[in-house]
């Protein structure tokens, strides 16, 4: 990866001093993630350009300690873009290469320390979350003029569009201890998320180097927001690496627990709502030992759990990290015994029948069904009204006419991106009526939400009482 | 007494029953049991205190070491094996426990008394310095011992043998006898015949269909039926009620049990009759009245023979070494050559939830979905309209009287053969489907005249989930770890089709060892090397084309996929991935499956292989086709940065190298990595091409796996791409050929073809090859051979290790890689892959089929570098 600031300001070549960098000569600076080398291009009277390049060892990145531990079973590891996109691994090494410049000092000219100076930087690929825009919003409220072109994914294929990268150049009047903050503080928070860090007191460094022109930046929280921000954990667990043999994005596999209500707006209040009518249900129907099948991260199990009435609750889940989320969501560990004893948390997959659930007054499966394939939807019905039969089942799922009221959801998507299916009222119902008397229930129908009078209820729900069996 | 009038009693012990020694302390039942008994089958009370306390004779210890004691014995007994506890038993709550245990594990308690005088027993405590028991310690057993011995019968035991005074107790002898349901040592072949409930003239046509011939009396009765190869009939009871000729049906049934030519269970009905016969107060409801009408104007001779026969009946037989079990209303595996009170009644009656539905009726339960046993059971007593099998479980009642067909199985051959019913017998509640109608799987008659809908082949969590093994006829017993269970669980159960399409998940393989060549990492030489170690001479090098791995199940039609797979309407096979999910949505996935049907239509495979269904290992393309994503926002980006990164530093370079600047390394390495950029794109997009729909998708098989009756690891890989090269034949746009080479590991001349074909194959950046033994399926002196190894090509390992992983610095440390956990992996799932096909052609339960490719999921998941 590649910088360059060239400075028009006669004598140019002052840029040597300020640097600290004689511009006749290549010199080369060990960094923590490889080779920084440091040479000028050219050197006149009336332009000087200087150049860092990091080299980066892709194969240290990977199976070295510092980076590799945690997710060395991660295909795309050598096939990674820290080797050539502007990141936190060049603000890094402009800071352990210039580091004098970058603190103002320049002892032999101390006068040059305070100059604007007519800079132009060039940087071919930085990486951008937020693509050109988010570039222009960055650095041209601190006086750059911004030249950002979007580097095509692949200019033989164009039918896929834009890469994440920029060939970026700015233009601006500028001391060169400013400029070189910039770029410290605004390259890693351009990258987002995709942080090596190097050290704990990242907050000492952001203060001093944002130290003049972050506290009145217009996108102040945004940089401090994304430059704190923790490296998101790569997918290192079974899952991840099942998408891999299937050649697909891990993620797509691992998204058991991705938050709905990042996609469905005014659904924080409506996940709220929708509990409480679950446990509304529940309470009428008389059930003290509960089921949650497909209990995702627990929010019901803790409604239930501040509940008395119920006494047995149990959350079972296919996802081993859903599971281990609720604990801790639930906070088990520091809850007394007798609220603990409650409580189980046990892994289960609604398509195999499990003996452990069977015995129950009450099963919910809320915000469930609309996951499962609907070739699968028998198998689901199999084990929970056929083989686990609690007296009671509550079903939520999302009224798919009601999706218009959402403006944020482009029409014709679902709320989620894993759903299978969004059903209309009339699909719900021909199901849930089907599964009755298959089953054995007898089933009502219930609005959850606001029942707008032309599309119906946000979500849905359906109660089911296993028809009275004579002792 | 005296000891010389002793006469050496026979003590007869059923072989599988829990035996409970009495006696007072030293009256000789430790020397008594070791006598008579294995080492490990007495438990003995003394021990089990000296487990728990170091001390035989301590006391304190007593309540420790029964629970000890019990629990051993609870263990022998759930597994089958006969077990005597050697304690003085002298008390009757002691007793009680036992008695209780037996019944638990459905095993029958017997009793052996040493009653031995009490000087006796006080002189030999005496004799012994860690029994400091005074006499009034033996005194007071003797007396409780005393107390106890009328009872003895009424407490549970079924045998109670007394041995009276020493000699008696020298002298016995045990003898084990075999239970009534133990008919093991007969191993058939059998012909188990469904309900036939009285109808006679049927039973007789399905006999003759069998190959028996009917004997018949002076007065046209038949009488007796042999078969000339010396198969035996068994029926599985309900042989009367309802139908016109009850007696008849009696008549040749007692006498072919007569004649050793047939076995049989009892039915419900029989239970019934016998109590009514006997002038019990039953209800003549459900055909009862009608047979006892027909029986009146029969002899009384022969009504106290049926009696007699009904009443002798077994309510089970486990059958050919443990490997069959009739039982009239079914039995699960825990009762299965079990004697109580309760496995008679499942066996007559079936299971039961306890519940009790709109009718009154009680509510059955379906056991049969729960089986996991190896064992076959046949069964009868609920009329289904098509014999259907159930995880190794078979009802064979056709519904014969209500108009639907007498079936029998033909055992071990596992054939169905089944005649029509002459007319409706006898109306049932609602019309039983006329034989002639579409079976439907999955759909069960019940005799209060409800039909339910079994979703079929539904699998338990301990079918998959925990720590378990998986045995495989080619590399013994692979275990699975439970994490990786856990994993696998949630790719299945989410995103996987339903496992009945789910026949095999593709094994993962290994690459050759790493080459040293100073450019390479992977090169053909060591890929022949191996082999030719292994002792394998001829291989095949088959082109690796790189797409997405793919496993094609197609029907021949909608009918076989209904049959096989119990497919809905619509759907007639499967295309999915190595981890289960669908490639496509349905209608694409039927497209596909109509094209790749058509063309093995025109290739004559249908015919030629006598096939309902065939499976498919095949690689689908393009790459982007379904990793299009992947390609994308993996290597497309980087190959974007690259590529607008390293031209900008070359030129910045090159203009400080003009200024006279030592940049000459840098610079080098620049370029050298510019190059790499290029060539690393140029990879990728060999593997992207635009489909729309089914235009562009293209499928190339490279192994038959499986029929509906066979599998074909045995047949050569000419063979295999012989079939794919008829297919290619038939739909060129579709089938995309796999080009091959045959080499000769001992042949220099052959080796150095095959290299310069896979360097032909990989110089312009194919992925590269797989060499395989040519024979498929090899042992060699160490075991299963690798199914094969792929050696992949010098540029296409760049979208593995990354763009530059050529230049010198890096491939020295890449070669540092672990194949062996990767070897091994290949070929624990290429095992299980290949267990998980012969259980499906077997058509053993989904259950089983399940396990073994739930098994190659879950070592998938297993943490193994993805490089390899």
């Not at chain 1, 609750?313 to 088990?332: F, K, M, P, Q, Y």
């Not at chain 1, 948390?345 to 003996?355: E, F, I, V």
């Not at chain 2, 419900?268 to 209800?283: P, W």
Request: glycine residues 8%.
């Amino acid at each position: 990866m590649l910088v360059t600031i060239t400075s028009t300001a006669p004598p140019a070549t002052d840029l040597g001093f300020l640097l600290h960098k004689h511009p006749d000569r290549a010199q080369s600076f060990d960094v923590a993630v490889g080779r920084a080398h440091v040479f000028y291009p050219e050197a006149e009277h009336d332009r000087c350009t200087v150049a860092l390049q990091l080299e980066v060892d892709p194969v240290e990145l990977v199976r070295g300690k510092r980076f590799g531990g945690k997710d060395a079973f991660s295909l795309a590891q050598y096939v990674n873009d820290r080797p050539y996109a502007a990141s936190s691994m060049l603000a890094v090494a402009l800071r352990r290469v210039f580091s004098t410049a970058m603190a103002g000092r320049c002892d032999a000219r101390p006068e040059l320390v305070t100059q604007r100076l007519s800079l132009r930087i060039h940087l071919p690929a930085v990486s951008s979350r937020g693509g050109a825009e988010a570039v222009r919003q960055l650095f041209a409220p601190l006086g750059w003029q911004v030249d950002a072109r979007v580097v095509p994914l692949d200019p033989h294929v164009p039918e896929w569009g834009d890469s994440a990268y920029i060939d970026l150049r700015l233009r601006g009047e500028q001391r060169l201890a400013d400029a070189l903050n910039h770029l410290y503080v605004l390259l890693p928070v351009l990258d987002d998320g995709k942080h090596y860090w190097v050290s704990e007191d990242e907050v000492d460094k952001l203060m001093r180097a944002g130290e003049g022109w972050l506290s009145t930046h217009p996108a102040r929280e945004l940089i401090t927001q994304r430059y704190l921000a923790h490296q998101r954990s790569l997918v290192s667990r079974a899952v991840g690496r099942l998408a891999e043999v299937d050649g697909s994005e891990p993620e797509s596999l691992d998204n058991a627990v991705l938050d709905e209500d990042a996609k469905a707006p005014r659904s924080e209040t409506l996940a709220q709502l929708r509990r409480r009518e679950v446990v509304a249900a529940l309470r009428e129907a008389g059930a003290s030992r509960v089921v949650d099948f497909g209990c995702g991260e627990g929010g019901l199990l803790r409604d239930l759990l501040d509940d008395p009435s119920f006494t047995e609750i149990v959350g079972a889940d296919v996802s081993g990290r859903a599971l281990r989320l609720a604990e801790r969501r639930l906070n088990l560990d520091r809850r007394p015994d007798s609220q603990r004893a409650r409580v189980r948390l046990l892994l289960s997959a609604l398509t195999y029948r499990d003996q452990r659930l069977t015995g129950f007054e009450a099963g919910v499966l809320m915000e469930v069904i609309e996951h499962i394939d609907p070739p699968r939807l028998a198998a689901v019905e199999d084990t929970v009204f056929g083989f686990a039969r609690p007296v009671t089942v509550v079903v939520t799922t999302p009224n798919a006419e009601y999706n218009d009221r959402f403006p944020e959801l482009a029409a014709g998507r679902f709320r989620h991106p894993d759903h299978r299916f969004e059903w209309s009222r009339a699909e719900f119902r021909d199901w849930a009526e089907a599964v009755a008397t298959r089953s054995g229930y007898q089933v009502r129908l219930l609005p959850v939400g606001e029942d707008d009078p032309e599309v119906g209820p946000p979500t849905q729900l359906a109660v089911f009482h296993r028809a009275e069996v004579a002792a | 007494m005296t000891d010389d009038d002793v006469v050496a009693r026979e003590l007869a012990v059923p072989a599988l029953s829990l035996v409970v020694l009495i006696g007072v302390t030293g009256s000789g039942k430790s020397g008594f049991a070791a006598r008579h008994f294995g080492r490990y089958e007495v438990i003995s009370s003394d021990a089990c205190r000296g487990l728990v306390a170091d001390d035989e004779t301590d006391q304190s210890a007593t309540a420790a070491a029964f629970e000890v004691l019990h629990f051993i014995a609870s263990k022998r007994l759930e597994a089958g094996r006969l077990t005597v506890v050697d304690a003085t038993n002298v008390q009757r709550e002691a007793r009680k426990q036992l008695v209780d245990l037996a019944r638990a594990h459905d095993v029958l308690p017997v009793t052996i008394v040493l009653d031995v005088p009490e000087p006796v027993c006080a002189e030999r405590n005496a004799g012994r310095p860690d029994r400091d028991f005074g006499p009034a310690v033996v005194r007071r057993q003797h007396d409780q011992l005393r107390r106890s011995m009328r009872g003895l019968a009424k407490e549970g035991f079924r045998t109670v043998h007394v041995l009276r005074g020493v000699g008696e107790v020298d002298a016995a002898r045990v003898t084990r006898e075999r239970l009534f349901n133990d008919y093991r040592h007969e191993t058939g072949p059998f012909d188990v015949l469904g309900d036939v409930h009285g109808c006679r003239a049927e039973l007789e046509t399905l006999l003759e269909q069998l190959g028996y011939t009917i004997d018949r009396d002076g007065a046209g009765h038949a009488v007796d039926a042999a078969h000339p190869d010396g198969r035996t009939a068994i029926f599985v009871g309900d042989l009367i009620d309802r139908g016109p000729d009850s007696p008849g049906v009696l008549r040749l049934v007692m006498g072919m049990v007569a004649a050793g030519h047939a076995l049989a269970v009892p039915g419900n009905h029989e239970d019934k009759l016998v109590r009514a016969l006997r002038g019990r107060k039953v209800t003549t409801s459900h055909g009862l009245a009608e047979t006892l009408g027909q029986l009146a104007a029969e002899g009384e001779a022969f009504r106290d023979e049926v009696e007699r026969f009904c009443d002798g009946l077994v309510s089970h037989l486990v059958l050919d070494g443990g490997d069959l079990v009739v039982a009239h209303a079914g039995l699960k595996e825990a009762y299965h050559g079990r004697a109580s009170g309760r496995v008679r009644s499942f066996a007559l009656y079936g299971d039961t939830t306890g519940e009790t539905d709109q009718f009154g009726l009680p509510v059955r339960y379906p056991w049969a979905d729960d089986y996991r046993g190896r064992a076959v059971v046949a069964y009868g007593h609920t009329p289904t309209p098509e014999p259907e099998w159930v995880n190794n479980t078979i009802c064979l009642d056709t519904g014969c009287v209500f108009g639907g067909r007498l079936t029998a199985l033909r055992y071990p051959e596992k054939e169905i053969v089944s005649v029509p019913a002459r007319r409706v017998w006898y109306e049932p509640a609602r019309p039983f489907p006329p034989a002639a109608a579409e079976p439907v799987a999955g759909e069960e008659h019940r005799e209060d005249g409800q039909v339910r809908r079994r979703e079929p082949d539904v699998l338990d969590l301990t079918d998959v989930l925990g720590k378990r093994g998986v045995e495989t006829a080619h590399h013994g017993r692979v275990s699975i770890r439970e994490e990786s269970a856990a994993g696998a669980l949630e790719v299945m159960s989410r995103f996987a089709l339903h496992p009945r399409w789910l026949l095999y998940l593709p094994p993962t393989m290994a690459p050759c060892a790493t080459s040293e060549r100073t450019d390479l990492l992977e090169h053909p030489a060591e890929a022949f090397d191996a082999y030719r170690r292994d002792g394998v001479r001829h291989v095949i090098c088959q082109e690796k084309h790189m797409g997405s791995r793919a496993v094609v199940l197609v029907c021949r039609d909608g009918r076989t996929a209904r049959h096989h797979f119990g497919a809905p309407d619509g759907t007639t096979g499967a295309v999915h991935t190595r981890t289960g999910r669908s490639f496509f949505e349905h209608e694409r996935t039927e497209q596909i499956l109509g094209r790749l049907r058509s063309a093995l239509e025109d290739a004559g495979v249908w015919a030629e292989l006598g096939a309902e269904w065939l499976l498919f290992d095949c690689e689908l393309l393009p790459w982007s086709a379904k990793a299009g994503e992947l390609v994308r926002s993996q290597y497309a980006t980087v190959g974007a940065a690259a590529r607008s990164a390293l031209p900008a530093a070359r030129d910045a370079l090159e203009r400080a190298a003009e200024r006279g600047l030592d940049v000459d390394g840098l610079l080098a390495r620049t370029r050298a990595r510019d190059s790499n950029a290029d060539a690393f794109v140029r990879a990728y997009r060999r593997y992207c091409w635009p489909t729309d729909g089914l235009a562009g998708v293209r499928l190339a098989p490279f192994q038959l796996l499986a029929t509906d009756t066979a599998t074909f690891e045995d047949r050569d890989h000419g063979w295999h791409l012989g079939v794919a090269d008829r297919l290619l034949a038939a739909d060129p746009e579709l089938v995309q050929p796999t080009r091959r080479m045959l080499a000769d590991t001992g042949d220099a001349d052959s080796v150095a073809a095959a290299t310069r074909w896979w360097e032909e194959l990989t110089g312009d950046g194919g992925e590269g090859m797989v060499v395989k033994p040519d024979a498929n399926l090899t042992r060699g002196n160490r075991g299963l051979v690798q199914p094969g190894l792929k050696v992949r090509g010098r540029e296409y390992l760049r979208l593995v290790y990354g763009p530059d992983y050529t230049e010198p610095a890096h491939l020295e440390r890449l070669r540092k890689r672990r194949l062996n956990h990767k070897r091994s992996l290949a070929l624990r799932e290429y095992a299980l892959g290949l267990e998980a096909l012969t259980r499906a052609v077997h058509r053993e339960p989904l259950w089983r089929v399940h396990e073994a490719v739930f098994a190659v999921l879950a070592l998938e998941s297993e943490a193994v570098d993805p490089r390899l």
